[in-house]
Every structure is written in structure tokens, then in C-alpha cells.
């Protein structure tokens, strides 16, 4: 079946520092992958995504590429600041489908 | 922001009542979709709606129903609820066609606890 695996957190950081978030997946085909992001209290809003291998989804200074040799996602990003304190999911939908599976999230805390 | 609502966004029951949640949307998607959010699980399917009186089940549909009379609006129904559907409820929703592509757009979410 499909299935997202992310790592595991929290995630503790000082600001200005570099985020990785790793995420891998299974899957059949060539699925599309997301990350979402979910900050406290809210719901969760799409981050950035991608649709094909070799695509590069970036946003709000986040960057994740599909790569489909070593089935990753990851997520980084050059210099965190407090404001991106949220818990982080990274998703797929397969190719032959619209229904998401997601990874069990990553809750990243950014301190001053 | 995507034009979601849901309602309540907080409830606090007793084990075996019923309850439902609904979500209503202003953006006339025509995908809706109910998730549960727990530790350690992420989001997990609940029900989906793929238009007004089409629904299917997700990966943990027992102890759930769902109903879509109209296009914006999605409930959600507990018909005794237990314990362990005390969660964190989402609704999403999304319109292009069902393609694997589709972006899902969430509502603000409701917290469930059943004692």
C-alpha cells in the first residue's frame, strides 16, 4: 500500500538555524507529493508540493525535490525564525488517485 | 484563505450519544473529505465526498456515517461514540477533478472528547 514515513520529532531549534525534515515514501507509480504545515490552533495549509520527479516545490523560503531514486520528499530550510514553530506533515496522493495518506508529522519548535 | 467552516469547533459528550459535525464550504468544490488528527497517526481518512449524495469510505470509516445532501455541506455523524473517537476532526475539500494533483484545502478543525 502507500504510506508516508517522516522523521520522528520534536524538533527543538535556535533561530536563524538550518531545518530538515526528512520524509520518504511508498508507493506505486509516480505519486504527488506535499507538505503541510500546521500552526497552533489551526487547521492545516498547504506548504509547497510537487508532481513529478526532479520537481522542486519551495514556499515562504522552503524547499523540497522529488526524488524518485531514493523516494524522498525532504523538507529545508536556510534560516528558521520563531514564526515557523508548527508541526510539519509530509503527504501523498498516488498517481491513480486523489486521496491522501499521510506521515505522522514532525512538530518543530524555534526559539529566539 | 479557502471559505471553510466547521461546527462546533469544540464538543464535549458522553459515551454512547450521537453527535454530529458539519462542515459547510463557500467555494462549491465538489471533493470533501472528514479526517481524524491523533499522535503519532497523522491524518487519517474518514469518509469522502466525491458530490452531492456520492460517498465513500476511508482507511477508518467504523463508528462513522456521513451525509451530503447539498454541495456545501458535509456531515459527519457518530452514531454512539466511544472513547476512542476522541480526536481532532478536519474537514477538507478540493475541486480539480480528482486528479492526483488536487490540493485539499482545510477547515479550521473541531476537537471531540467523548467521556
Known amino acids: 500500500g502507500n504510506s508516508v514515513t517522516q522523521m520522528e520529532g520534536p524538533v527543538t531549534l535556535s533561530e536563524e538555524a538550518f531545518l530538515t525534515i526528512n520524509c520518504t515514501y511508498t508507493?506505486?507509480?509516480?505519486?504527488?507529493l506535499f507538505w503541510y504545515v500546521q500552526y497552533p490552533g489551526e487547521g492545516l495549509q498547504l506548504l509547497l508540493k510537487?508532481?513529478?520527479?526532479?520537481d522542486k516545490g519551495s514556499n515562504k523560503g522552503f524547499e523540497a525535490t522529488y526524488r524518485k531514486e531514493t523516494t524522498s520528499f525532504h523538507l529545508e530550510k536556510g534560516s528558521v525564525q520563531v514564526s515557523d514553530s508548527a508541526v510539519y506533515f509530509c503527504a501523498l496522493t498516488p498517481s491513480n488517485d486523489y486521496k491522501l495518506s499521510f506521515g505522522a508529522g514532525t512538530t518543530v519548535t524555534v526559539r529566539a | 484563505d479557502a471559505g471553510i467552516t466547521q461546527s462546533p469547533r469544540h464538543k464535549v459528550t458522553e459515551t454512547g450519544t450521537p453527535v454530529t459535525l458539519r462542515c459547510h464550504q463557500t467555494?462549491?468544490?465538489?471533493?470533501m473529505y472528514w479526517y481524524r488528527q491523533d499522535p503519532g497517526h497523522g491524518l487519517r481518512l474518514i469518509h469522502y465526498?466525491?458530490?452531492?449524495?456520492?460517498?465513500d469510505k476511508g482507511e477508518v470509516s467504523d463508528g462513522y456515517s456521513v451525509s451530503r445532501s447539498k454541495t456545501e455541506d458535509f456531515l459527519l455523524t457518530l452514531e454512539s461514540a466511544t472513547s476512542s473517537q476522541t480526536s481532532v476532526y478536519f474537514c477538507a475539500i478540493s475541486d480539480r477533478a480528482g486528479t492526483s494533483t488536487d490540493t485539499q484545502y482545510f477547515g479550521p478543525g473541531t476537537r471531540l472528547t467523548v467521556l
Open positions: 467555494e462549491n468544490h465538489r471533493y
Open positions: 508507493a506505486t507509480g509516480y505519486p504527488s
Open positions: 510537487a508532481t513529478k520527479a526532479d
Open positions: 465526498s466525491y458530490g452531492v449524495k456520492d460517498t
